[in-house]
């Protein structure tokens, strides 16, 4: 079986890492080897900080799969969104290193992150759903929605608006960009940070601060798979 996810421990912190040796297409087994690297990192009490390879985060979704509309589109949909609520209700932090273009399922995972780094450069991160002629998913729409400035979000859920990674900080897509060498040192520094707090208060406080949004985004995906379902 090809290995996309790695999965490698240094005290507290569980580096994941995906690398497809492409563009880090999230298909099904993409996402099950996420969530066997986040079943790891739950049991290790790990500090996670997800990456992507040089030059790319992940472009989404596997798009041959989606357009196939085989047995597999629907399922892989699920696994996405899926993966951003755990993400979001994960019991210890998930420092994002986003090392350059995170598109759609990309950005969203990009989203689901307690604290998102990127590298400086001429990258994309964008929502293109609209622009590819998809409808954003309910759930797509709820994980923007709870990061985005209200005016960032309508530009990029509506208008499928590319933003540079400077622009992605203001936006609400980042919280920080650096240069290309250091995203990965800056990430292990600020999880090592982290993994000062306490996890009990931090497990407690990231499902308060998150219950709505949480809550719209599991009703969102319930939605989405009862549309999903009548298609099918």
Known sequence: MTRLVTYETDGPIATV????????????????????????????????VLTGREGIFSAGFDLNVLRGGGPDAVPMLQAGFKLAERMLSFP???????????????????????????VDGQFKIVANEVAIGLTMPRA?????????????FNRAVILAEPFSPQDAVTAGFLDRVVDAAEVHST???????LAGLDMTAHAGSKLRARANALSAIRAAMRDDDSELAALT
């Open 92 to 118: 210890t932090p998930i420092v994002i290193a986003c090392t350059g273009h995170a598109i759609a399922m990309g950005v969203f995972l990009v989203l689901s992150g307690d604290y998102r780094i990127g």
């Open 187 to 193: 990430a292990r520094d600020l999880a090592i940070q």
């Open 17 to 48: 890492a995906m690398d497809d040796g492409k563009v880090n297409a999230l298909s099904i087994e993409m996402f099950r080897q996420l969530n066997e690297a986040l079943d790891r990192a739950a049991a290790d009490k790990a500090i996670v």
């Open 140 to 152: 797509a729409v709820e994980i923007c929605r709870q990061r985005l400035t209200p005016a960032c």
